[in-house]
Nanobody, 129 residues
Framework: QVQLVESGGGSVQAGGSLRLSCAAT????????IGWFRQAPGKEREGVAT???????TAADSVKGRFTISQDNAKNTAYLQMNSLKPEDTAMYYC???????????????????????WGQGTQVTVSS
C-alpha cells in the first residue's frame, strides 16, 4: 500500500522560504511520477511541479524560478523548495503519486489530479504580505 506524508508547511512573510517534504512508502516501480499540487480556498487544485524516478522535472509557470522539486531516493522522500514566496502562494499543498505511469504517458504538470492514485494529507502554507 502506498502512503504519502507531507510536512514542512507553515507561515512565512512574503519573500521567505519553506521546504516541503513528502515521505513515500510502498512505491516499488521505477516508472512513478510524483507531483506537488496546491489548493487555495475556493479555487481548483493546481499542479505545481512533478518529478520522475530519473529526476526529470516540470514546474508550473507561476512557480518557475522560485520553486524547485527534488528527491532523495535513499530516503524515499520528495521535496519542494519554495523561495521568494508570495501571498498568492498561500494554499494547502499536497503531494501525490502515480505509482506506475502508463506507456506513452508523460510525467508533467499536464497530468490531472484525477490521474494520480495516491495523495498525502496536505500541509498548509500561509504567506503574509
Amino acid at each position: 500500500q502506498v502512503q504519502l506524508v507531507e510536512s514542512g508547511g507553515g507561515s512565512v512573510q512574503a519573500g521567505g522560504s519553506l521546504r516541503l517534504s513528502c515521505a513515500a512508502t510502498g512505491i516499488t516501480s521505477s516508472r512513478y511520477c510524483i507531483g506537488w499540487f496546491r489548493q487555495a480556498p475556493g479555487k481548483e487544485r493546481e499542479g505545481v511541479a512533478t518529478i520522475t524516478k530519473a529526476g526529470q522535472t516540470t514546474a508550473a509557470d507561476s512557480v518557475k524560478g522560485r520553486f524547485t522539486i527534488s528527491q532523495d531516493n535513499a530516503k524515499n522522500t520528495a521535496y519542494l523548495q519554495m523561495n521568494s514566496l508570495k501571498p498568492e502562494d498561500t494554499a494547502m499543498y499536497y503531494c501525490a503519486v502515480v505509482p506506475w505511469l502508463a506507456y506513452l504517458t508523460t510525467c508533467s504538470i499536464r497530468l490531472r489530479p484525477d490521474q494520480y492514485n495516491y495523495w498525502g494529507q496536505g500541509t498548509q502554507v500561509t504567506v503574509s504580505s
